[in-house]
């Protein structure tokens, strides 16, 4: 009996799906942008919640959907909170998920101040956080889901990642027993950040 020949083709270690599911257009921007820069493969998505009522819980349950339909294993869900109700609930549906939120308060322009300065300020809202973001230097003309402000922001993420962190700590530490979704400011966009920079030479 014939012997049959051996597969010379060598097994491709398959990368698993990454889905980064966001709230707003700024996020996904912003994220896009940071995917392109590091050369990063299509295993790793980014997508914006389409839905004519944006809530951080239904970015959580439209997540664990396109989980199951395309096979993803690793999710990230991007919110603010923006004085949004049901935020305890999309934490909770999150955690039950094994879904990473990645959470910024009052909106996810924080993470574009932190590349400029640290800060501890609570912002009470989205403008109020703007006003302070646009006295920064190449920031004056901000506009929202402006894909241009990206290459102002890059070479500054290791401060802003530094910064982030110090706040966060900060305001974790002097607000003992308040959960997450309450806190103001925070922002995790830097885990994120650094994630997607370790992609890079996988």
Known sequence: MAKRPKNNFKLRELKSKVLILCEG???KNYFN??????????TISVNVF??????????????????KREGVE???VV????NQAKRDEAFKLAANKNIE????SICFEI???????NSTKA???EAELEKELKKCIGMQNYEKNDFKHYSILKDKSTFAKLNAGKSRLSVIDNNYGVEIFNLNPFTNVDELVNYLENQKNK
Not at 101 to 104: G, T
Not at 111 to 117: A, E, G, I, Q, S
């Open 25 to 27: 257009l700024t996020e």
């Open 33 to 42: 942008a940071l995917k392109e820069d590091l050369g990063l493969p299509k």
């Open 50 to 67: 389409q839905s004519h009522k944006v809530d951080c819980k239904g970015v959580v349950e439209e997540a664990i959907k396109k989980a």
């Open 74 to 76: 690793t999710i990230y």
């Open 79 to 82: 919110f603010d909170h923006d």
């Open 101 to 104: 939120v990645i959470f910024s």
């Open 111 to 117: 993470w574009y101040l932190f590349h400029f300065k």
């Open 123 to 125: 912002f009470a809202s």
